[in-house]
């Protein structure tokens, strides 16, 4: 792992400043708002697109750092957490909406069970036939959170890509006929959101015996701000019990 003086590269933490608990935004300025939620937070580092804080959830050390945009940025992120004694990672972030579920206008978002692997970084470390499977786990207790909350979260796929405009603004790119319908077949297989970094954290996850889940909400709502604070609010829920069930 590449360091200097014990200190990680890109993310600038050592052994011992996060938790086995991180959350995962994508935008630095997120953690902070995240941070807030957790007991006796502290700014660790912020190097590049990478914020950290630090602080407790029921006793113990639990940590958000932001990702950045995209599956790059975010397997540097995740190779490095888990290098720092890292081991259950949730992203909490926004999506867009796929699918005919999910335009259930009393959805507030999902909790990812899965990601379709549209990007080019996980290529790099397992073949294409190999599975972006969120921890089974890590989705129950996030499910329980929504429940407990009262929040009405669906459960089911995303799909992580590395252009965003592409899919936006189809028709301005050369391939447009075939995005097109690609696309439609991801909404014909159910495919409920799209986002650019759950598919590397599920597969840095899995190939390093991590766990990990994503609660995401919908990005195109009048209200978007105020869902973001619903899906933290499940997030550190989620972290309470698998806390609870940890120590079990």
């Not at 507030?108 to 073949?127: H, S």
Request: with cysteine.
């Amino acid at each position: 792992m590449f360091e200097e003086n014990g200190v990680f590269y890109h993310i600038k933490l050592k052994k011992g400043d996060i938790g086995r608990y991180v959350l995962l935004p994508g935008d630095p300025f997120r953690t902070d708002k995240i941070a807030s939620y957790l007991d006796d937070a502290k700014l660790v580092a912020h190097n590049r697109e990478h914020k950290t804080w630090t602080g407790t959830v029921s006793g113990e050390k639990v940590s958000v750092t932001s990702t950045g945009m995209g599956c790059p940025s975010t397997a540097i992120a995740v190779e490095e957490l888990i290098a720092a004694g890292a081991d259950t990672f949730i992203r909490v972030g926004t999506a867009g909406r796929m699918c005919e579920a999910s335009q259930d206008p009393n959805l507030v978002g999902v909790i990812c069970t899965a990601a379709v692997r549209d990007e080019g970084t996980t290529r790099q470390y397992v073949p294409a036939s190999y599975p972006a499977v969120a921890d089974r786990h890590v989705v129950a207790a996030l499910a329980q959170a929504a429940e407990n909350l009262g929040l009405k979260f669906a459960e089911g796929i995303t799909q992580s890509k590395d252009s965003f405009y592409s899919e936006i603004m189809p028709d301005t790119v050369p391939i447009a006929a075939e995005w097109k319908a690609h696309m439609e077949a991801l909404n014909r297989a159910n495919v409920m959101t799209s986002e650019m970094e759950a598919a590397a954290i599920f597969v840095l996850s899995s190939v390093r015996g991590c766990r990990a889940s994503g609660v995401m909400v919908f990005i195109d709502t009048d209200h978007a701000k105020k869902d973001v604070d619903c899906a933290i609010r499940v997030a550190v829920e989620a972290i309470r019990l698998l806390i609870e069930q940890d120590k079990g």
